[in-house]
């Protein structure tokens, strides 16, 4: 059974720093793009960052671009999420992915199908 488990999230003051993973198990990864969205509360799902199965090629949303860096160890088959300079508006339930039939990424990254989602991991900013 494939399972991918986030793990980071908390409470951080604007300005602030957290790094999110993600575990998968169950099937290895290391051969497929991987990404993480985020959904808060009354607002409809966002893609945030995506990459490639090496972890040479990365790709991000306008909105945290130079802020988050996403990255993967896949000898681990865990990927992470780099967030720095937090801000209110970062607020959400942020999710990591797999694109099963994605190895190398593009600007469509955003519209990939995602078909392995983790349940997700709660990150609030205060400001």
């Known amino acids: 059974q494939v399972q991918l488990v986030e793990s980071g999230g908390g409470l951080v003051q604007a300005g602030g720093s957290l790094t999110l993973s993600c575990a998968a198990s169950?099937?290895?990864?290391?051969?497929?793009?991987m990404g993480w969205f985020r959904q808060a509360p009354g607002r409809e799902r966002e893609f945030v960052a995506a990459?490639?199965?090496?972890?040479?090629?990365?790709y991000y949303a306008d909105s945290v671009k130079g802020r988050f860096t996403i990255s993967r160890d896949n000898a681990k088959n865990t990927v992470y999420l780099q967030m720095n300079s937090l801000k209110s508006e970062d607020t959400a339930l942020y999710s990591c992915?797999?694109?099963?039939?994605?190895?190398?990424?593009?600007?469509?990254?955003?519209?990939?199908?995602?078909?392995?989602w983790g349940q997700g991991t709660q990150v609030t900013v205060s400001s």
């Open positions: 169950g099937r290895t990864f290391g051969s497929y793009a």
């Open positions: 992915n797999v694109a099963s039939s994605v190895g190398e990424i593009d600007t469509e990254a955003r519209f990939y199908e995602y078909d392995y």
């Open positions: 990459i490639d199965w090496s972890g040479s090629d990365t």
